[in-house]
């Protein structure tokens, strides 16, 4: 969608907002009142969440299809948002995984995961750096996961990604925490968002429902604490209880734990 230069609202940029968390995000930050740039590959999903977004909230809604596994194409809609937006927040948000032997892996599969997972929060927060610079006070929220703290057999790539959003997020946090904009990274649960996921989560057995983190609370959850000045967040009691696992119990333990329990996903389809 061609947007107009818009320089008396400030907007909150979401990828991955078509659909799932990335689409409650929307939908949230548009119920506080702020304009929403949303960016995904599904153009029609798109056209749908702006028509309901504008009608419910009365906000400006702009939205760019792009895929995201494509550094150009990254590179295109950062310079468009930058001619045409002030920008006071980024939500990277998107972002593949899946369940799936290393060996028997599609290399494509892999890489999909790599590129959508490491380039845009990489690659749109640098990009759109000098804008959120030019607010009183911005922000960049980047959605990890609590995988980013365990190693994990049948995920492997996943939880390298994830772990790549984590640093990148703590790094930059400490690195522009004297400046205007404050870097937060959330770590959910497993969050049931589609039927593929709902259905690999109901295959991992009860630890995996017990760690679920609900969408719309882990949106609401995620916005406040990242207002109040939290950079590294976690939604609820058994959230944090995981995180806490993952930094005392030995890794070689806990590791074969977690790959014993995602092998469920594949010994049962």
Do not use: C
Not at 132 to 138: D, E, G, I, N, S
């Amino acid at each position: 969608m061609k947007a107009q230069p818009n320089t008396q609202r400030t907007f909150a940029v979401i990828t991955g907002a078509a659909g799932g968390l990335g689409r409650v995000y929307s939908r949230e930050l548009a119920r506080r009142g702020y304009g929403i740039v949303a960016i995904d590959s599904a153009a029609t999903e798109l056209k749908e969440l702006g028509k309901q977004l504008e009608a419910e909230f009365a906000v400006p809604f702009h939205y760019y299809k792009a895929d995201l596994r494509l550094e150009d194409e990254i590179r295109r809609v950062a310079q468009q948002i930058n001619e045409h937006f002030a920008v006071e927040i980024l939500v990277n948000n998107v972002g593949t995984g899946g369940t799936r032997a290393f060996e028997q892996a599609e290399m494509d599969y892999m890489l999909d995961i790599i590129r959508l997972n490491v380039m845009p929060v990489t690659i749109l927060t640098r990009a759109l750096l000098p804008n959120l610079m030019q607010r009183p006070r911005a922000y960049v929220l980047n959605v990890g996961s609590l995988s980013a703290f365990t190693p994990n057999g049948y995920k492997t790539v996943y939880p390298a990604s994830k772990s790549f959003v984590h640093f990148l997020s703590r790094g930059l946090y400490f690195e522009l925490r004297q400046t205007p904009v404050h870097v937060a990274v959330v770590h959910p649960g497993p969050m049931p968002t589609n039927p593929e996921i709902r259905s690999r989560i109901r295959k991992q057995g009860r630890l995996a429902r017990w760690a679920l983190s609900d969408p719309e609370k882990t949106v609401r959850v995620s916005l406040n604490k990242m207002f109040r000045g939290k950079s590294l967040i976690f939604i609820d009691w058994p959230n944090r209880i995981n995180w806490m696992l993952a930094r005392i119990a030995p890794e070689s333990v806990l590791a074969r734990f977690m790959t014993r329990v995602v092998r469920r996903e594949l010994e049962k389809e």
